[in-house]
């Protein structure tokens, strides 16, 4: 599958996530992060959900290994929250799935999607969705402006 490790294991699109475009695209908005977040520079990094799974990251103070979701996944040995008894009234994924309506993405049917077996499919549609219409490249979920050309995002 390409681009894999983009599935969020929520149903969120990695590609879209701030410390992933920080990571890959921008010393400035990694640093911009480490700050707001009192963390080291080095800790904000990101290869997506589906990386956690296959090896960990150094250590368990990164992101990802972190994160509330994943931790009750692998606690649950399940990979994806639509696969959880409590999908989807979990308050935990409520919460998050509420938090990124707001933005413009729908975890529901972003999961629905990936249960369905449609994965390349939404990973097509949400790379073109978080890309920038003015210089083409990824842009953030949680950015009001693209962190590259400073063009702003209209959802």
């Avoid at 992933?20 to 997506?48: M, P, Q, W």
């Amino acid at each position: 599958m390409q681009e894999k490790n983009l599935v969020g294991r929520c149903g969120h699109y990695c590609g879209s996530c701030i410390i992933y475009r920080a990571y890959h695209d921008s010393d400035d908005l990694r640093n911009e992060i480490a700050r707001r977040t009192e963390c080291d520079f080095e800790k904000v990094r990101c290869h997506g959900c589906q990386k956690v799974l296959d090896n960990g990251w150094d250590g368990d103070r990164q992101w990802g290994k972190n994160c509330a979701i994943i931790n009750c996944l692998e606690s649950k040995e399940i990979i994806y929250c639509y696969e959880c008894e409590d999908y989807p009234k979990c308050e935990r994924f409520i919460k998050w799935y509420r938090s990124n309506l707001e933005k413009g993405e729908n975890l529901i049917e972003n999961l629905q999607m990936i249960k369905n077996g449609k994965t390349e499919d939404w990973l097509k549609e949400e790379k073109e969705r978080w890309t920038c219409d003015l210089c083409k490249k990824p842009i953030s979920i949680t950015l009001d402006k693209c962190h590259r050309c400073g063009k702003e995002i209209i959802r």
